[in-house]
């Protein structure tokens, strides 16, 4: 508290925040890296990945998410086709180098006035979950909203019971905020969800720490990680 800064009345006031506000929408355009292609999602990507959901025959991935599984091919596109006009949700197809859709992921709650964005509605397939393209997908869209349009804060939020998703936000460097009790209702039960974020001052640290993971120099022949992430 000691940089706390008070206003005429003595009263304690937030620090002045610098820069032009409002910050800039989210592009409708790719986001490359090395092990994953996160491209704008349109209905072209419905079939690809209404076959990789497919491998999850139980449904399992859906349970946490507010729809799904896709019922078939057409439930699928017409899924793709309301995704592909959304804005917020803006809705990205997480593809192989080849172009194979694995995944989708969005940014949401698009707030550029304040300078805050979140990432959610994530779904990754089976042969995505656990791998270095995941990782890098959820790095290039941190380093979309930080570097390139100057967010202030990047959240992420998810159905509190929903273990494997917290897992993976304090993995990637996400703080816990607290848990919204009865925030919404999700098909029919309800749902506590929990808050997480990262905000632009800790940016710096987690870039360099991904960018070390992500490194070449960090995978054996086989394509096997040799620090974990948290080390890097």
Known sequence: MDDMKANDHGQPVGQPVDGDFPRPLPPRSPNEGRFVRLEPLTVAHAAGLYEVFAEDAGGRGWTYLP???????????????????????????????????????????????????EVGFIHLSPRLQRTAAATEAMYLMMA???????????????????????RAAQRLGFSYEGTFRQAVIVKGRNRDTAWFSIIDGEWPALRARFQAWLDPSNFDADGRQIRPLSEA
């Open 67 to 117: 729809r799904g599984p896709f019922a078939d091919l057409a439930d699928a596109e017409a899924w793709a086709a309301t995704a592909e006009q959304s804005l917020d949700p803006l809705y990205f197809a997480i593809c192989a180098p080849d172009g194979t859709p694995l995944g989708f992921c969005s940014y949401l709650r698009i707030d550029p006035a304040n300078g805050v964005i």
């Open 144 to 166: 979309r909203a930080f570097d390139e349009l100057g967010y202030r804060r990047y959240e992420w939020k998810c159905d509190a019971l929903n273990m494997p998703s917290r």
